[in-house]
């Protein structure tokens, strides 16, 4: 009886160890760098799944003014839920660098800029170091990151498939998506003393003409209404009671949204 107890203790020790060590990966941080203009830009890679030789997603995650890759990775826990589901996937956090003219932290998203040319060389880089599927490109990102994840997913649109922003964005960083534009699933609270709801319907509105959709809508679910007719999704989930900040479940719904996309990469 003592060695059986003796060894399932001695298992037990061993899952321990296992998901300790599975916890110290997911806590740890892989920060890298690379130079755009002159300048040292750095960003946090995660990997979530088991390895394979499968061609994974790649989902960008920005942060909003004055915020951190690695306060964000946590702050929208879109990386944890596809860990809970057991889905694979790499995840990439950029560090903003100081806005022009201000004392503060935040994206250029001209679609000519310096951070866009810091995506490419992330998705340049990544994509040699990890077999990405690049039919699955998306991006989100929230309040001044939500309109990085626009601008990037309209400025390169011919790579990203979809986006979610949450809680921000601006129509300017729409207007680079004039011919074609990626599928869209805006988040954002009913309280949001930062984000007027006028101002994100407007950015909704300017995805529903570009997708070709009709006026009607439908509910995807109880926060969310998908207009119909779209040649691509276009989705507005508004929180009731939720300040500048993201929902409980927010994370956990932009990436079953984004999950939803099948490869469409020649095998």
């Known amino acids: 009886m003592g060695r059986i107890f003796f060894g399932r203790a001695i298992a037990g020790l061993a899952l ?17 760098t690379v130079v755009i203009d ?3 830009r750095t960003y946090d890679v995660l990997v979530e799944g088991e390895p ?10 920005f942060h909003g003014r004055n915020g951190s890759a690695w306060k964000i990775r946590y702050r929208t826990g879109i990386a944890s839920a596809a860990h809970e589901l057991g ?15 201000g004392n503060f932290v935040a994206w250029q998203a001209a679609c000519d800029g310096p951070d866009m ?45 979809a986006i979610a922003p949450m809680s921000g964005g601006t129509w300017d ?3 680079a998506c004039r011919e074609q534009a990626p599928a869209y699933r805006m988040t954002i ?4 003393p930062i984000v007027p709801l006028k101002v994100v319907q407007h950015v909704t509105d300017e995805f529903r003409v570009r997708q070709g959709c009709s ?11 998908a207009y119909d007719d779209c040649r691509n999704p276009v989705i507005q989930c508004i929180y009731p009671g939720v300040s500048h900040e993201v929902p409980e479940d927010g994370g956990r719904e932009i990436w079953k949204f984004l999950r939803s996309f099948p490869s469409t990469a020649s095998p």
């Open 117 to 161: 040319r810091f995506m490419d060389a992330i998705v340049r880089t990544l994509g040699e170091n990890y077999s990405i599927d690049r039919s699955r490109l998306f991006a989100s990102g929230f309040s001044w990151g939500a309109e990085m994840a626009i601008a990037f997913g309209c400025c390169r649109r011919d790579m990203v498939r």
């Open 16 to 32: 321990t160890a296992f998901a300790a060590s599975a916890l110290f990966v997911r806590c740890s941080r892989d920060t890298r």
């Open 189 to 192: 609270g009913d309280n949001d």
């Open 38 to 40: 002159g300048i040292e």
């Open 173 to 175: 960083s729409v207007d």
């Open 215 to 225: 006026d009607r809508t439908h509910s995807s679910d109880p926060n969310c209404r």
């Open 52 to 61: 394979s030789a499968d061609p994974v997603p790649l989902v960008f995650v």
């Open 87 to 101: 889905d694979r996937a790499v995840f990439v956090f950029p560090q903003g660098a100081e806005y022009p003219g």
